[in-house]
Nanobody, 124 residues
Framework: EVQLQASGGGLVQAGGSLRLSCAASGFTFDDYAKGWFRQAPGKEREGVSCISSSGGSTFYADSVKGRFIISSDNAKNTVYLQMNSLKPEDTAVYYC?????????????????WGQGTLVTVSS
């Protein structure tokens, strides 16, 4: 059974940091690109960041570039999202996902497996 278990969300003040983790099981982790998406109330799910299956390339949405860092530990089957300098507009449910496309991507349709989401709330 494929599972992606996201954790690490919570309430933080603006300017603070959080690190999200996503532990994967049930598929060959190394063969998949991994991504983080978020969905704020009343908005569509959007791509935040992704990392290729090899770990050699990454993508960041313009809104988080320079503040968020994605990384992957293949030995632990875990992908992380380090979020720094958080802003109230970063408030959303964050989802991790895995894609058979080696390079991943920023579109929801490019991903095959999804985690359950973890809520990040940034207060002003």
């Amino acid at each position: 059974e494929v599972q992606l278990q996201a954790s690490g969300g919570g309430l933080v003040q603006a300017g603070g940091s959080l690190r999200l983790s996503c532990a994967a099981s049930g598929f060959t982790f190394d063969d998949y690109a991994k991504g983080w998406f978020r969905q704020a109330p009343g908005k569509e799910r959007e791509g935040v960041s992704c990392i290729s299956s090899s770990g050699g390339s990454t993508f960041y949405a313009d809104s988080v570039k320079g503040r968020f860092i994605i990384s992957s530990d293949n030995a632990k089957n875990t992908v992380y999202l380090q979020m720094n300098s958080l802003k109230p507009e970063d408030t959303a449910v964050y989802y991790c996902a895995a894609s058979r496309y080696a390079s991943g991507g920023s579109q929801v349709g490019q991903y095959n497996y999804w985690g359950q989401g973890t809520l990040v709330t940034v207060s002003s």
